[in-house]
Structure formats: C-alpha cells, structure tokens
C-alpha cells in the first residue's frame, strides 16, 4: 500500500512560457510503515508540486498514482473518495497562518478530526493527543492560536493534520524561519513521532545537515526530474550537488577542506560533530 | 508562478495603444454623450459604422470585442425584447396568434432540454441560445393543437417599440465597444494614472487623486499574489479533509470561514508590512511627489482629440437642428 | 561621536513585557554587523527602532549626528533603508522600474535623473533585463534584489537586512550574501539581521541579542572564541569552530584548529 508513482507529470499553463513543466515522469514508491524521507531540491524543481500529488490535492497531467488502493489520474473520478485519501495522507504547508482559523488552538485542531464525521468528544480526545504529541502541554489547549510565537503555531498547525491520524505524514519546510535551537527539537520530535507511531514522514527542507543526519532515505528533484533516490551518504558520494544548486552538509564540507589543506587522509562521511571530532582525532592527531 | 490577467488589457500595437490614456478616456466620454444626444436611427447606425471603424484602425480585433460584449449579451437581449413586447404606440406593424396548449408546454420542455443537453457539449452557447429563443416563438406560434391550457393571446410589435429596442440596443452596441477599446488597449496603471490626472483639480474640493490612484494601483499589484495565496490556503484546508465540494450547508459555512479567517489575517498582516516597508522609503500620504511613468500628450493625441469634440460637436447640431 | 549611537534603548509593545532593554550601542561609519538571537529575543524591533518605525519607551537613537524624532525621521530615512523579511510585502510597485523608482518618487528627485538612477541601480543588482516585468515573474532572491537598488537608488548610506535571506533557498541566498558584500566594500554600513552563523560570520562585528539584552558585542573572531556566548543565547556555533574549540593545542591538534579557523572566517 501506501503511495506509489507511475511516471507521473504535471503540466500547468503559464503566461510566460506556455506549459510549464512542474514534475516529469516521476516513479516513486512510499511505504505506509516507518518510512523517514527527505525531498530536497531548489526553488522551482517541483518539490512542493510533488508532495501535492501525495493526497491528492492535484492530479497528475499524465501518468497515474495510487494512494491506498486509490488510482488517481488526470480525470476526476467519481468512485474514489478524495477526501479519505488526505485522512491517510496528511499535509502540513509552510506557513501556518494557511490553516489556522479558530479562536481557540483546541477548536483549530479539532476542525480536521470533525470533517471526518466524528463526535465532539472523540474529536477533542484527539485533539488533546495530538497537541501532546508534538510536545504542547494542555494549557494551550484554550489559547488562541494567533497569540502563539512562530515555533509553537508551526506545532499546532502540525497538530492539526496529525489529529486526522494519517499514516503518513507530509511537511513543507517545517523548519524554516526559526532559529538553530527550535529547528533541531522540531527535528527531534518528527523522529520521535516516526519511532513512537511508526507513521512514515516526509520533509521538505533545504538544510542537507539535516539531510544527513536524520535521514535514512532522500530524494533530489531537479528541474522536475527525480534524479535521486536513496540513502543520503550515497548521494553526496556519488552526485555533483553543486550541479543541481544544492549544498554539502558542513561536516564533509569541514573534513575536506582539512584533507587538501593539510594532506590529511580522513574519512570526510561523518555525519555529527561527535563523529567528526573522532575521526579527526583518529586521522588527523598522528 | 502563473499570473492572472487584470482587466481586460492585451498587449498590443495599434494606434490606440499610442494614445495618452487621458485622451482615451475624454474621447470615450465625449463619444459617449453625443450618442445620447442622437435621435435618429440613421444618425445611430452612422455612429455605429464610426465605432466599427475605428476598430479597424486601431487594427482591434472584433472577436476579441464580442467577447468582451459576451457578459452583457442577456441585458441586450433582455432590453430588446422587453421593449418590443410592452412598448404599444404607433402602427402595429406584426400581430401574430399564440397558442398555449398541452402540447405546447410539452414542446416547450423538449425544447429547453435539447438546449441544455447541447449547450453542454458545444462550444456556441450565444448561437444556442438564440435558436431557443427562436424555438419557442416558433412553438407557441405554431403548435395549436392539444387541450387548451390558456386562450390563445396576441403577439404583437409596434413600430415605435421595434424602433425603440433597435435604439437602445445600437446605442449600448457604440458605448461598450468603445468601453472595451478603452480596457482592451490601456494597461490599469496608465489607465489609474490617466484617472487620477484627470480627477486632479477635484483637490480643491479635499479629494485627493494621487493617493487614491496609489491605492487603485497597489491594490492591482497585490490581486494575483492574494489569488495565489488564496488558492493555497484552500489546498491547506483541503488537506484537513475540507471538501469545498461536498457537505451539508452547516458545514460548508464552516468550511468557507476556514477560508476566509486565514486570506483576512494574512492580507491584515500583508498590508501591516507594506506599510512599513511604504514608510520606510519615505512615503508621507498627501506629500508631492514625482513621478517615473510621466503621460506624455503628443500629436496623435491632438488629433484624437479633436476627432471626439468634431463627433460631439456634430451631435449637438443634429439635436439642435 | 559615532556613526549610529543608540543610548539607553527600551521598548516594549503596549507596556507588556520588555521586548529590548537598556540597548547601547556604537556603530563605526563603513561597519558590517551581523546580529544573530533567537527568535523572540528583540532583533527585528531593534531593526523597525532604527528607522523610526517603531517609537522607543526610553532612550535614543542618534543617526549621523541626527537625533531621531518625529520631525526628523524623514531625514533618517534618507539616510537609511530596510530589506524586510518577506520579499512580497515590500515590493510597492507595478513592474521592477516602478519598484525602483517609489523612493526617489517620494524625495521628489525629477525624473530625467530617476531613469539615470534606475538604470544605474539595476545594472548593479543585476535586474537590467527585468526593469520591466511585473513582481509575479521574479523569484523571491530577485525581489530582494530590486528592494536593495530602491534603497541605493535613494542615496541611503546605511542598510538594513532584516532576515532578509531566511526566505530563499540557499542558492539565491548566496547570491544576495554577494551583493550584500559589494556593497560593504563600497562603504555602506551594513546592519544585517540573520539566525545563519555562517552569514554572520562575515561582518566585521556579530551583535548578540538574547531575551531583549546585549549578550555580546565584539569583533567576529573574538566573539567565536567565546563559546559560552552563545550556549547562553541558545545559539549554535559553525561546526569548523566547535570542533576547534574541542581539540587541545598541541602539536598537530594546533596546525588543524588553525585551518579550522581559517575555514571559518574565510567564507
């Protein structure tokens, strides 16, 4: 089960170049089950059209995908329930003012649990679980949710679509904009959803520190094309990132400038600090 | 990335896309009085002719100004038709006999379903529609036999009402095709600048058209981003299993403030930025300030302009004459 | 006297709690600072102070000799520019030229001398062939490109960069960090707000906000010796100098950490 791509693109009229080409002939399989996947890329290549296509937000121009059993292709059809595919499939946009509209963070959460047909009280059962889930305890519950600082509205946004429970969970950049310190606990807390739930989870992000170091699968877009589909160490051993306007994460970039300057022979794949410092005691203190 | 077109303008050549947008909205102006002004439907059909004209001289396509006619199309077709029913002075030129039978009503109702069933499947929804129209006069006219649902009544025209709908119809015709020229060829700013030129000596009486032309065109600047953003806060809600679609009418009014509360917060927090930013560089609402796009009057102009006041001016002695 | 002097600085939004307070600070005519803080910790309203959109609790702002008031704030602003965070919220005009042109519109400067500036300006940002394409057509590291020639074009001599970066993606991030360094070469002063302690390490001077107060205000390469800065700020050093500061100094540990310092302050 779980999402699968068969040489799925998407077109869209633009005034400026005639169709454009967002993604092409994508083929991609995503497991419902413990998947941690990264989706890198520059602005322009087709991330944030890539993750739409996920729960069928938009549909393919051509090709086809399946969603839980679901065939989405270009025609709308009638049969498959669209609606049941973004409870499986949840996902989070960059900003949270998109989505936040209630007085209250518990009744903001609420709104996607009550799309699907539920109590009053199951919803706020969920609603309180989610909210602990991403580590807000329950006084916030009664805040309004346009009087929270930038990191916590993220979290209640991110709330929002885990109280739906989806099996897989998609985030647009969720780290952008805060600072060093919050981005990491969010990052923390996406594994410790992915290692507590088992729900896969899918991000968008720039950072290829973040990449490296907490990722076991990533996937590169390029001008809408995948060009990449697996481990992140595998990448930066084997592609040109420069190439495709993407960066190294800082400790390859660290441990190889060490290598040429001091004609050292260390192994520049460190993936942390710890790590590096090891290696470099290891190579570089003889 | 996509952008939405604003108002009608379509980049372009011709003369009229030379003209000083001040000169373009007099002339119109102009043009458009001294088509009240006209009485006769000779003098109507000659102003008619003129505006055509001009179309072609400006080398417009009329394709293009029938479908900026599109939307307006019902009100002609509504006023011509009304007018022709209730107006009753003059000779009766038709009288026709109408029946309302039962068979009639049946063919009345084959009829509308044919024009919906082929309406959805073609692409001449104006030609279709006039054939219904045609369809029913010929089937009240025509079909009279069946059980009786209402005495037979009379259709009838009189001159005065034919002429009269073919008055205000032609009339219509001129000023929105020249309206259209005018959008078609004018991009919003100029035609926001020429406006707030224009409305300039109504300072005296505290209106201030510099500030309100700055409003007009930042509030034009922002339409495709807010669209953007538009669509995007619906994919969220979306996404929180909104469906726009589907759903009772309780929860639809849900679904749309999940919509609207967003697209005013952001616009609220959009627009607190773009003051600051404004105020930043130094903008004080009511100071003078110059100005990069500068309207330059030049000969053509002249002559547009001359052309306009000679066709209000001939009006003028037509009426009086 | 200095350059830009701010004495004594408190503010806080409707008498709540204090967003900054008792800010000094000095900065020299020509400097490049960077300052970083956590998010909440008083960067932006110190930016918004600045440039008098924001009127201080206590204290005062002293710009070129010029003290900032009410009444004097038109001239500030003469002086000073801002590139705001979100690019789309501060593009004012139609097209790019218009963009451009906004400031000079409202110093009233006549407009056979504006075509000059605009051409000029935008062939420095690099937006000549745009002049005329409208802001749906431009990338964000463009708009913030066509804010910065509005600013020069004004014959500010001082910007700020208000996270101006922390919305693009890092190839254009690079490209504005580029333009941001021409500019300082050519004497502006420079006031950038960022969180990237890699963007920081550029400037001459890192400023450190924490909860509203100065943490540290020093030259880079002394403010990166203090580690325990920026732990308490809840910040993060660049991985080049946390590894430095791990290693001992002896024998070949010595020569590393020196590449390692050089590799950091050398970007």
Not at chain 2, 157 to 180: C, D, H, N, P
Not at chain 3, 86 to 91: E, L, S
Request: hydrophobic share 45%.
């Amino acid at each position: 089960m779980g999402i699968r791509f068969n040489q799925v693109s998407y077109e869209y009229p633009s005034f400026a170049e005639g169709l454009y080409s967002a993604i092409r002939n994508i083929n991609l399989e995503i497991t419902e089950k413990n998947e941690f996947i990264a989706l890198v890329g520059h602005t322009g290549s087709g991330k944030s059209t890539l993750a739409k296509h996920m729960n069928a937000l938009i549909f393919p121009t051509s090709g086809s995908l399946e969603i839980y059993g679901n065939i989405i292709t270009a025609k709308r059809n009638r049969k498959v329930k669209y609606n049941s595919i973004r409870k499986k499939v949840g996902l989070v946009f960059q900003f949270p003012e998109y989505q936040l509209f209630e007085e209250t963070v518990e009744k903001d959460i609420m709104f996607g649990p009550m799309n699907f047909k539920i109590t009053q009280e199951e919803a706020k059962k969920k609603a309180k679980e989610a909210l602990n889930l991403v580590g807000l305890d329950d006084s916030y519950l009664s805040r309004n949710p346009y009087n929270l600082s930038g990191g916590e509205k993220k979290r209640v946004s991110i709330a929002g679509i885990l109280a739906m429970d989806p099996d897989i969970l998609i985030l647009d950049e969720p780290t952008s904009g805060l600072d060093p310190a919050g981005r990491r606990v969010l990052m923390n807390l996406f594994q410790d959803i992915n290692k507590k739930t088992g729900k896969t989870i899918v991000i968008i992000t720039h950072d290829m520190d973040l990449v490296y170091q907490y990722f076991n699968r990533v996937l590169v877009l390029n001008d809408g094309n995948l060009i990449f589909d697996g481990e992140p160490e595998k990448l930066f051993r084997s592609e040109d990132l420069i190439k495709y306007h993407l960066d190294y994460p800082n400790t390859i970039k660290v441990l190889s400038h060490l290598n040429k300057e001091l004609h050292l022979n260390l192994n520049i794949y460190q993936k942390t600090l710890e790590e590096a410092l090891e290696e470099i005691k290891r190579g570089g203190l003889l | 990335m996509k952008s939405v077109i604003i108002g009608q303008y379509i980049p372009g050549k011709g003369l009229f896309y030379r003209l000083d947008p001040r000169t373009k909205i007099i002339a119109v102006l102009l043009i458009m009085i001294a088509v009240f002004l006209l009485e006769s439907i000779t003098h109507l059909l000659i102003g008619f002719g003129i505006a055509f004209m001009l179309l072609i001289i400006g080398r417009i396509s009329v394709i293009k100004v029938i479908k900026g006619l599109k939307p307006i199309m019902i009100l002609l077709i509504f006023t011509f038709i009304f007018q022709i029913i209730l107006n009753r002075e003059g000779e009766m030129i038709v009288n026709h006999e109408m029946y309302l039978t039962l068979y009639t009503a049946l063919f009345l109702v084959l009829a509308f379903v044919v024009w919906r069933v082929l309406v959805k499947f073609t692409r001449f929804r104006f030609t279709m529609f006039f054939l219904f129209v045609a369809g029913v006069y010929l089937i009240l006219r025509y079909v009279d036999f069946g059980y009786q649902l209402l005495s037979p009544f009379n259709f009838q025209v009189y001159e005065a009402g034919l002429r009269m709908s073919a008055f205000v119809v032609i009339r219509l015709l001129i000023i929105i095709t020249l309206s259209t020229v005018l959008t078609l060829t004018t991009k919003p700013t100029n035609l926001t600048q020429g406006l707030e030129k224009l409305m300039h000596p109504l300072k005296k009486i505290g209106f201030n058209s510099e500030d309100f032309a700055l409003i007009i065109s930042i509030s034009l600047r922002y339409i495709p981003t807010i669209f953007d953003e538009a669509n995007k806060i619906m994919l969220a809600q979306a996404s929180r299993g909104a469906d726009f679609s589907e759903g009772k009418l309780k929860d639809k009014l849900k679904q749309v403030i999940s919509l609207l509360v967003p697209m005013f917060i952001i616009a609220f927090m959009r627009s607190e930025e773009l003051a600051n930013a404004m105020e930043s560089r130094n903008f004080v609402p009511g100071n003078k300030r110059t100005r990069i796009n500068e309207l330059i009057f030049s000969y053509r102009d002249v002559i547009a302009t001359a052309f306009s006041v000679l066709v209000l001016a001939l009006a003028i002695v037509l009426k009086v004459i | 006297m200095s350059y830009i002097e701010i004495r004594d600085l408190d503010f806080s939004y409707n008498g709540k709690k204090k967003v900054l307070e008792s800010i000094n600070l000095q900065v020299e005519k020509g400097e490049w600072i960077a300052c970083l803080g956590h998010n909440g910790s008083g960067k932006s309203t110190l930016a918004k102070a600045l440039v008098g959109l924001l009127e201080p609790e206590l204290g005062e702002i002293e710009i070129d000799g010029l003290l900032l008031t009410e009444e004097t704030a038109y001239e500030i602003r003469k002086k000073i520019g801002i590139v705001f965070q979100n690019p789309d919220n501060q593009f004012v005009g139609v097209t790019v030229r218009d963009d451009i042109a906004f400031g000079m519109e409202n110093l009233c400067v006549p407009r056979e001398e504006m075509i000059e500036k605009i051409d000029f300006y935008a062939k420095k940002v690099n937006m000549l062939d745009f002049l005329d394409k409208e802001p749906t057509n431009l990338s964000g590291g463009q708009k913030q490109q066509v804010a910065i020639a509005g600013i020069l074009a004004m014959q500010s001599e001082i910007i700020i960069f208000d996270e101006a970066t922390s919305m693009l993606d890092p190839f254009s991030r690079e490209e504005l960090i580029k333009y941001i360094r021409t500019l300082h070469k050519e004497g502006l002063t420079i006031i950038m707000i960022t969180h990237d302690i890699n963007e920081a390490l550029l400037a001459d001077k890192i400023l450190v906000l924490n909860k509203g107060k100065i943490e540290a205000f020093e030259e880079t390469e002394k403010i990166m010796k203090k580690r325990e800065v920026f732990v308490e700020s809840r910040l993060e050093l660049p991985i080049a100098l946390d590894l430095a500061n791990a290693l001992e100094s002896n024998g070949n540990a010595t020569k590393i950490r020196k590449k390692l310092w050089e590799y950091a302050l050398t970007k």
